[in-house]
């Protein structure tokens, strides 16, 4: 028999074990009842090409435009949002083509990063730049002329076409790495786009008038299979995003499945050192829009700034990670090729650069990030750090009073 004294020791802690183990399992429970409560709901929104299609119209020049006084509601996982073209086919506040008289005018060229849908007018990388330079004194208005999709050489044919009108004194082009591949193709997705050669009289358009096309119907969501426990897809999800190498550790383990890998795509192919030869021509695509936008900016009387889009894997340690155990990189792939790339060929056709890789991971922390948790744009946090970022380059170039 036990000495009581140990006995009771013994009855003592099998009695707080049980508690704990009691007081573990409720918690789980707890979690699991509470995720399945706010993972459980109805299916949102669809992909941008359904909702782009309720603001945006065939072009026979450009591919698509945006419908003047449009709108439409994004409703997805990271965001919901209510999107208003104006009167003249652009996202923002009604302004004329007449400059106003001793305010600077500033304009944007970009694409969805630029168009920004997924965040409220105010809070755009144009609303808040231009909200930056009156808080440094400088009058000026932002003209946001973002079109989701666009790629260079539809935002050079933007500004040959409508763009100028504004007369902005600095024109700044946005330029993110899908930009390059779609310079030297026809199509993005269904969407026909154009197509320039490089002339003596200037680009021309090989494929003008593009066709017109039958947006692609909005697909119903599909409702994703019940996982058999949310706590357990909750700690999936957060370790594939924290370090995908030690996912697959532990799905070595039997855990759960290995992460599925990815087959490379051109976009992908852009980061190889040194770069493969089928893209070269898309690269001397956008070194001949660059300098042909350059030119027609200076033959107006404005200056061309480059402004550099990183991806989320370009700012964030453990998304580059996650990409190359996805696409199965090896050390040919670089994280920073395609900014590189893009800042040199700037260089060298004597247009301003800058990269905002840095202001985004100095911006960046886990409490505020600056992309959407599953969307690939900025957040409005992200929005603001580019803006301030982008006003300490464009005040000192703008005729401010």
Same mark, same amino acid.
């Given at each position: ?13 099998? &009695?707080?074990l ?11 429970l ?19 090409q359904?909702e782009r299609?309720?603001y945006?119209?065939?072009?026979p ?15 997805r ?5 209510r999107?208003?073209?104006?009167s ?5 506040p009604?302004?004329?083509?007449e ?19 997924? &965040?409220?007018d105010?809070s755009?990388?144009?609303g ?6 009156? +808080? ?21 044919l933007?500004?040959? %076409?409508?763009?100028?009108r504004?007369r902005?004194d ?7 790495h899908?930009?390059?591949p779609?310079?030297?193709? %026809? ?6 786009? =154009?197509?320039?050669?490089?002339? /003596?009289?200037?680009?021309? &358009?090989?494929?003008?008038?593009? =066709?017109?096309?039958? =947006?692609?119907? !909005?697909?119903?969501?599909v409702a +994703?299979?019940? =996982? ?11 370790? %594939? ?13 039997g ?10 795509n ?5 980061? !190889? ?10 690269w ?6 660059? +300098?042909?936008?350059?030119?027609a900016? !200076? /033959?107006?009387g404005? %200056? ?12 964030d ?9 996805r ?7 670089r !994280? ?5 790339? @893009? ?5 060298? &056709? ?8 840095a202001?985004l ?5 886990r409490?505020?990030? @600056?992309?959407?948790?599953?969307d690939s744009?900025?957040?409005?946090h992200?929005q ?18």
């Open positions: 028999m036990l000495p009581p004294s140990l006995a009771s020791r013994l009855r003592s802690l099998a &009695v707080n049980t508690l704990s183990a009691c007081s573990v399992a409720i918690c789980l707890a979690a699991e009842l509470a995720l399945r409560i706010a993972l459980s709901g109805p299916a949102r929104g669809g992909k941008e359904q299609n309720v945006t119209e065939p072009d020049l450009l591919g698509w435009r945006k419908i003047p006084g449009a709108e439409a509601r994004y409703d996982r990271d965001f919901q949002t999107y208003r073209v104006n003249r086919g652009l996202r923002g009604e302004l004329a083509h400059r106003s008289p001793g305010v600077a005018r500033v304009l944007a060229l970009g694409d969805s990063f630029v168009e920004a849908f997924m &965040v409220d105010a755009t990388v144009t808040r730049l231009q909200a930056e330079l009156a +808080q440094r004194g400088c009058r000026a208005e932002v003209v946001n002329g973002g079109t989701v999709g666009y790629s260079t050489d539809q935002e050079f933007f500004y040959r %076409e409508e763009g100028r504004y902005p600095l024109v700044v082009l946005f330029v993110y899908n930009d390059i779609y310079l030297v193709q %026809e199509k993005y997705g269904p969407y026909p786009k =154009p197509r320039l050669a490089f002339e /003596d009289a200037g680009p021309r &358009v090989t494929n003008f008038p593009l =066709p017109r096309y039958e =947006p692609p119907q !909005r697909a119903t969501p +994703q299979p019940k =996982p058999p426990s949310y706590l357990l897809e909750f700690v999936k999800n957060h370790l %594939e995003r924290v370090s995908a190498r030690q996912y697959n550790r532990l799905a070595a383990l855990l759960w499945e290995p992460l599925r890998t990815l087959e490379l051109e976009e992908m192919r852009l980061y !190889r050192v040194p770069e493969l030869g089928h893209l070269r021509p898309a001397s695509a956008f070194t001949w829009t660059l +300098q042909s936008l350059a030119r900016v !200076r /033959d107006d404005g %200056e061309l700034l480059l402004a550099y889009i990183p991806s989320r894997m370009e700012v340690d453990a998304s580059w990670e996650l990409t190359q155990v696409y199965v990189l090896d050390e040919k792939y !994280r920073s090729a395609v900014a590189e790339r @893009v800042l040199q060929i700037a260089r060298r &056709v004597g247009v301003p650069e800058l990269d905002f890789t202001a991971k100095t911006g960046a922390s409490r505020a990030p @600056v992309f959407f948790e599953t744009h900025w957040n409005a992200g603001a750090t580019a803006a301030a970022a982008l006003a300490d380059v464009v005040r000192p170039r703008l005729p401010c009073r």
